[in-house]
């Protein structure tokens, strides 16, 4: 897919840093993320279970529960204010109406005591205050429709276990996008559906994105997804982006060796022998409480050197909107600067 250069940044991460504090130290679930969304277009955070992908999109929505998480550092600018400066009073008129978020099952998400139409009407009144009921009825039908839910008329009056659990992340994209959101957040959306309706799912998503010109932010660990879905990908480890490139520079020129780990890992039908093992990356993800500071992939890397070990990678820019952390793209000066500031450091403690 193709970058929309002329399209507007409708929210733009700075270096944000979210924090867990718990008696066994201080978790660093994301540490300096930074990336930004235009109108229309679609951005993956992919990464594995505990990379900090949905850790960085709760601090967006500032739901990260306090204590023991705490938004210690970095802006989220949204219509030239940092939303993280922002009251909570001030913060609700944007939760849900110009940002919202489409969570990993929707069964949970949904109140299973209220009806469907009780909990549409009642998302869009609290942010349209001159909407009547009526109205806003009339719209969540719509919208029900829109999302392909047949007879939306009768089945807005069912309660959630009424619905398929494709149908209940359809009603969850619906009320998500019954305020005209201009950034949504899918979490994972397709983690608890079958293979086809996961499709149809993640091609509501697109057709939506398109028509309404909504900003997705899409969370997955699926590089399949992403490959057919974004148009910008965030590789996560360890609470940090450790590559960021557009979709088709991503998969033509993988440079993070955890990347490529998980290019690889991906089965392919044009190569896959019959008996032959599927690649998979060794070793387990960090821990993240008091990590070293150093790159955290290099006991799991097959490319790792002493400066790995010693001190965290430098961002280096490969050109097209093409970033690393990685050391095997420093200059030989930067590796040593590295190492004898980290022998300095070494020995003064």
Not at 144 to 158: C, D, F, M, T, Y
Not at 228 to 243: P, S
Not at 306 to 331: I, M, N, S, T
Request: proline share 5%; charged share 25%.
């Amino acid at each position: 897919m193709s970058m929309k250069p002329n399209a507007k940044t409708v929210l733009d991460v700075k270096d944000l840093q979210t924090y867990f504090k718990t008696d066994a130290g201080i978790v660093k679930a994301v540490d300096g993320v930074s990336f930004s969304v235009r109108e229309g277009e679609t951005i993956g955070i992919v990464g594995e279970s505990g990379s900090g992908k949905s850790v960085t999109n709760l601090s967006l929505m500032r739901l990260i529960p306090s204590p023991p998480g705490k938004i210690v550092g970095g802006e989220v600018i949204f219509e030239g204010k940092d939303i993280l400066k922002l009251s909570e009073k001030q913060m609700r008129s944007i939760r849900g109406k110009k940002i919202s978020m489409i969570f990993q099952d929707p069964m949970t998400s949904l109140n299973p005591f209220l009806k469907i139409s009780t909990q549409m009407v009642e998302t869009i009144r609290l942010h349209e205050k001159d909407v009547s009921k009526q109205e806003a009825l009339e719209r969540s039908i719509d919208m029900l429709k829109l999302v392909g839910i047949p007879s939306a008329e009768k089945r807005i009056q069912n309660y959630p276990h009424q619905f398929s659990g494709g149908m209940r992340q359809r009603v969850m994209i619906a009320q998500a996008l019954s305020c005209n959101a201009e950034v949504l957040i899918a979490d994972e959306p397709t983690t608890a559906l079958d293979v086809t309706i996961q499709a149809q799912i993640l091609e509501l998503i697109a057709k939506l994105s398109n028509q309404m010109g909504t900003a997705v932010i899409l969370i997955t660990h699926d590089l399949g997804v992403v490959a057919g879905m974004c148009d910008q990908v965030c590789v996560m480890y360890a609470g940090r982006i450790v590559e960021k490139a557009t979709t088709d520079e991503l998969y033509a020129r993988p440079s993070h060796p955890y990347t490529e780990g998980l290019i690889k890992s991906v089965p392919r039908m044009d190569t896959t022998k019959k008996g032959n093992r599927l690649f998979s990356i060794e070793g387990q993800p960090p821990n993240v409480i008091d990590l070293p500071p150093c790159c955290p992939f290099h006991p799991r890397c097959h490319k790792a050197m002493e400066v790995c070990r010693q001190a965290y990678p430098l961002v280096k820019d490969l050109g097209k909107g093409h970033e690393v952390a990685c050391w095997l793209f420093a200059e030989e000066s930067e590796k040593q600067r590295a190492l004898n500031e980290a022998n300095i450091k070494e020995k003064a403690e």
